[in-house]
């Protein structure tokens, strides 16, 4: 048996979705940007595909700002924020996605970029929050709303309220959480969150920021002053659509998705954990279709090229990072030994998994892990 178990990285566009979008590709192909009668019926679309993500997400129409991916939203809120405001710090966590990590050590003039700690559970330190936000002067604060490798989820209401307490602005990257557990802009309490569609079954190239019209900041995109000037650029019109379908359907999915995935998920743990894997980030909330495990001596990198060629594809870490020979940078500031976080495999489940293949996933990776630790025995003899 084989199965796709890497749907934190990327997943497949749902029918609904394609159905969705299909006529915007050559029937009402027109820009959205112009007055003619086509014009104003891709635009039609394009702001119909915005209440679609507002409602979804509990949010205001106006809220919604289009861009290409959640790292152009990111660095559109991380570097505009920090452009505009004129206190100068921004504090994002140690366990960010890369794209809010490069972006806030981006920052230059008088933008002072701080990263604030968490706990070994993966969890943001609250004590260092408030140190940060009393001895500093901070334009914005950023945390995910869930970890792109570990799935642990932060309290990002208590966060936003010690956050404005402190007189600044905060957002959250809320890119894994869309469709996985239920999310509202206006409970969050945040003043921008960042979604990616390809997330959350609509295509790879289209995302949204939504950001409150109060919170000043700098587009990242200049131009034609498209989407009231705050991201100019043609709008991707198909692919604006499908974000709008894509929304509507997670947010009527997600109840029962949860149930089932977090049901397979903790099967799966039971049997990873008896057969001696760790699982990191267990002891906290966690988004319900993702385990991130490793077992004790067996390199990471190595149990991931041994699945795949079992016919199963899982990642060692984030995608974005795949290429870096390092150990995850999100282990290693949950303070994870360095050995330990070289181990790490991370399995996440999506629309077309099945129980029978998550039981398949687990005997695979049982025997895999007896095999490279019997060899690992054998060479110490040596």
């Known amino acids: 048996m084989s199965a ?8 497949m566009v749902d029918e609904e979705v394609m159905a969705a ?3 915007y590709w050559r029937d009402c192909y027109a820009n959205a940007a112009s007055h003619h009668a086509a014009g104003r019926q891709a635009r039609q679309a394009v702001e119909n595909a915005r209440e679609q993500v507002a409602a979804a997400l509990d949010a205001h129409p106006a809220e919604v700002v289009f861009t290409s991916s959640g790292t152009e939203s990111n ?3 991380i570097k505009g924020v920090a452009k505009m405001a004129i206190k100068n710090a921004v504090a994002v ?3 960010e996605h890369p794209c809010i990590l490069c972006a806030t050590r981006s920052l230059h003039g008088a933008a002072v970029p701080l990263f604030l700690a968490v706990d070994s559970n993966g969890r ?5 929050l408030d140190d940060t936000l009393k001895n500093n002067d901070c334009a914005l604060v950023s945390v995910m709303t869930a970890n792109n490798e570990t ?5 990002v209401a ?4 010690r956050v404005h307490a402190a007189g600044a602005f905060f957002h959250t990257d809320a890119a ?5 557990i239920p999310l509202s802009f206006a409970a969050s309490g945040a003043d921008a969150m960042t979604l990616s569609g390809h997330k959350f079954y609509a295509p790879k190239g289209i995302a949204a920021l939504i950001v409150r019209r109060q919170v000043p900041f700098a587009p990242l995109l200049e131009g034609g002053g498209h989407q009231d000037g705050r991201r100019s650029g043609t709008e991707n019109v198909p692919g604006i659509v499908g974000l709008g379908r894509a929304c509507e359907l997670a947010a009527a999915r997600v109840e029962e998705r949860m149930t089932q995935f977090s049901n397979w998920r903790d099967k799966l743990e039971q049997r990873l954990t008896a057969a001696g894997a760790v699982i990191f980030g267990a002891q906290v909330p966690r988004l319900p279709n993702t385990c991130y495990f490793g077992f004790p001596s067996i390199d990471g990198d190595t149990m991931v090229t041994m699945l795949d060629q079992s016919g199963f594809a899982v990642t060692s870490g984030a995608a974005c990072a795949s290429m870096k020979d390092a150990p995850s940078h999100v282990l290693l500031a949950m303070e994870v030994p360095e050995a330990i976080a070289r181990t790490a495999v991370r399995f996440s489940l999506g629309a077309d998994s099945t129980e029978a293949q998550v039981s398949a996933f687990a005997d695979c990776a049982i025997t895999l892990a007896k095999q490279l630790q019997q060899l690992s025995a054998v060479a110490v003899e040596d």
């Open 4 to 11: 796709y178990f890497d749907y934190n990285a990327t997943t």
């Open 21 to 23: 979008m299909q006529p």
């Open 75 to 77: 660095n559109t809120i």
């Open 93 to 95: 966590s140690a366990v």
């Open 124 to 128: 943001l330190d609250m004590d260092d």
């Open 151 to 155: 799935g642990v989820l932060q309290d």
């Open 158 to 161: 208590q966060i936003a309220e």
């Open 176 to 180: 894994q959480a869309v469709g996985k």
